[in-house]
């Protein structure tokens, strides 16, 4: 079964190390770039990292990707209150011939 | 600057027809670079790609979807639109365009283009009920 997998939730305090993995296959994460997004209640979706690791133009530095294998990884370093917010990894899927999402994180910062 | 823009009707009846327009403004819908993608989250809910056109109006679809959905592009008005039949309350979502970057992928063990998740370009979204 083609899915990506996230932990529903992550949390950490200001300032600490915040880190959300995405867990794929052959068939997606391990052929294909990774791309994260930022959602806000109420609002449009952000890209927040492509290509893996890649940030666009006006997304903070403390906000880095990585892929290995078949699972990726977005860490925010140095967490703050407005980061609190869910994290989606999307990526190809051969098998489905399409885009595939991951359920999404929850971070909370407390 | 790119920006996209979702149009259609806010309610729908269960079994109708749900469609929607995405206007493109600030850059042309024909290049060779990009898909169109259609993108929805129900309440509570993650995000879910619903299929993607081509400014020369190749498509593919999410399979879960994909006896439902329709996708057309209209060059001429910088406008790609969906069209989902049949549709019931678990259709229920706030409705996204965006544009999505081209790649070469594995298709049927052949390399193929579509588009590769990585949408830069979002509308504002749509939010379309179904119900009686």
């Known amino acids: 079964q083609s899915v990506l997998t996230q932990p529903p939730s992550a949390s950490g305090t200001p300032g600490q190390r915040g880190t959300i993995s995405c867990s794929g296959s052959s068939s997606n994460i391990g052929s294909y770039p990774v791309n994260w997004y930022q959602l806000f209640p109420g609002t449009a979706p952000k890209l927040l990292i492509y290509s893996n690791s890649q940030r666009p133009s006006g997304v903070p530095d403390r906000f880095s990707g990585s892929k290995s294998g078949t699972s990726a990884s977005l860490v925010i370093s140095g967490l703050q209150s407005e980061d609190e917010a869910e994290y989606y990894c999307a990526a190809w899927d051969d098998s489905l011939d399409g885009v595939l999402f991951g359920g999404g994180t929850k971070l909370t910062v407390l | 600057q790119l920006q996209l823009q979702e149009s259609g009707p806010g309610l729908v009846k269960p079994s109708e027809t749900l469609s929607l327009t995405c206007t493109v403004s600030?850059?042309?819908?024909?290049?060779?670079?990009?898909?169109w993608g259609w993108i929805r989250q129900p309440p509570g809910k993650g995000l879910e790609w619903i299929g993607s056109?081509?400014?020369?109006?190749?498509?593919y679809y999410n399979a879960s979807l994909k006896s439902r959905v329709t996708l057309s592009v209209d060059t001429s008005k910088n406008q790609f639109s969906l069209q989902l039949t049949s549709v019931t309350a678990a259709d229920t979502a706030v409705y996204y365009c965006?544009?999505?970057?081209?790649?070469?992928?594995?298709?049927?063990?052949?390399?193929?283009?579509?588009?590769?998740?990585?949408?830069?370009?979002w509308g504002q979204g749509t939010r379309v009920t179904v119900s009686s």
């Open positions: 965006a544009r999505d970057t081209r790649i070469i992928v594995t298709v049927a063990a052949s390399p193929e283009p579509r588009g590769s998740g990585h949408f830069h370009h």
């Open positions: 056109i081509y400014y020369s109006g190749f498509t």
């Open positions: 600030g850059g042309s819908i024909i290049n060779n670079d990009y898909y």
